[in-house]
Structures are given as C-alpha cells and as structure tokens.
T-cell receptor
C-alpha cells in the first residue's frame, strides 16, 4: 500500500514550457486535491476533484488545468510555466463521500518545481 | 469564508521543555479543526483532529490540542519536546458541510539541545 504517490520529485522548467505533474492513490479514495506550498503562505488549494469525473477550482487555479483520469489518478498541468509558479506541489486524497464533509486528507511527498 | 491564523511563524524551544503552538480561526459556521506536521522534505501527515465531542483532543507523538469555541482557538501543546519534533506545523479548518481544507501559514518548531 503506497498511499499517495507523485511524479516527478523535482523539475526545472524554462518560462513558457509545459509539463504535467502526476498523482496516484491506491486507497480507493473519492476525493483528490492539488495544493501549492510557498514560504509563509501555508498550502493553497489549486484544484480538487470530489469524485471521478468532476473537478472544481480552488483558491489559486489560474495557470493550471487538471484531469481526473480515473478514481486513482489526478494530474495537474501547467500549459505555459511562469516563474510565479515556482513552488512545491502536493497532491492529497480523502475518503470522504463526494458530497460529504472532509475528515482527513492523506498527502503525497511533493514535487519541487522551479521555473527559470 | 473560513480563515486560519497561526500566531507564531517560528517557535524555538529547548529539548524537554513544554511548547504551545497557537492557532485561531474565523468562521460563521461550525467547523472541523486539524493539525498537520511536515518534517523536512516530506509531505504532511495528520497529528490530530477535532470533529465533535471532547474539546481536548489527543494525537500522535504525545501532542494534544484544545478546541475553544468562545475564543475560536485550537492551540497545539506538548509537555516535553524532543529534537525529533523539529518540523513545520500547520493548523487547518473545514466547514462541516464542505470537503475542502483551509490551511494556516504554518509554524516552524525548532527544538534545540
């Protein structure tokens, strides 16, 4: 049982390049989330998916797109990377029902992205 | 909307001393409250959570937190810290009817020998 896995662990991009961050969970959780972590700002929600086939914007969605490929996988895409997107990105999953209250989230190890 | 304020960005403390990490939240509706810990270069893991019932919640690694509704606080405490407790700690809140968390900015706990 690997929990939540993320690839890659590290990535350096040039401004304007695109890339996809991958996330997978093996806990049969309904909900999945993408956050970014910046110093002094805590974690901010980019997008989330309450269930397979649905996605919703979080607090800071601009410049990102997501795909909930199936129940296990939730990817985050940067179409045209900007230096402001330099951050650590975390994926998380939660067992709560799609319309239910969150009671716990499980986090992946993170992807450290630098955009030059 | 909910918001979380962690009152200290860094807390230095000597080993075996007690520590309190402060968290205040703002919400017009009932909420659930969480503390997460992030060790260097790792993801977050849940320390403890308050959903309902007793306002004193015990978590892993000897941590506990007390929910105070009148003061809208959820402070984290440990009576005696170890070097291994050095990490960043995040307070988070969710509305009871929603499935999203709002995080505070984090408090870095530095335990010195």
């Amino acid at each position: 049982n690997a929990g939540v896995t993320q690839t890659p662990k590290f990535q350096v991009l040039k401004t304007g390049q695109s890339m996809t961050l991958q996330c997978a969970q093996d806990m049969n959780h309904n909900s999945m989330y993408w956050y970014r972590q910046d110093p002094g700002m805590g974690l901010r929600l980019i997008y989330y998916s309450a269930s397979e086939g649905t996605t919703d914007k979080g607090e800071v969605p601009n410049g990102y797109n997501v795909s909930r490929l199936n129940k296990r996988e939730f990817s985050l895409r940067l179409e045209s990377a900007a230096p402001s997107q330099t951050s650590v990105y975390f994926c998380a999953s939660s067992p709560n029902p799609p319309s239910g209250t969150i009671t716990e989230q499980y986090f992946g190890p993170g992807t450290r992205l630098t955009v030059t | 909307a909910q918001s979380v304020t962690q009152l200290d960005s860094q807390v230095p403390v000597f080993e075996e001393a007690p520590v309190e990490l402060r968290c205040n939240y703002s919400s017009s509706v009932s909420v659930y409250l969480f503390w997460y810990v992030q060790y260097p270069n790792q993801g977050l893991q849940l320390l403890l959570k308050y959903l309902s019932g007793s306002t004193l919640v015990k978590g892993i690694n000897g941590f506990e937190a007390e929910f105070n509704k009148s003061q809208t606080s959820f402070h984290l405490r440990k009576p005696s810290v170890h070097i291994s407790d050095t990490a960043e700690y995040f307070c988070a809140v969710s509305r009871i009817t929603r499935n999203k968390l709002v995080f505070g900015a984090g408090t870095i706990l530095r335990v010195k020998s």
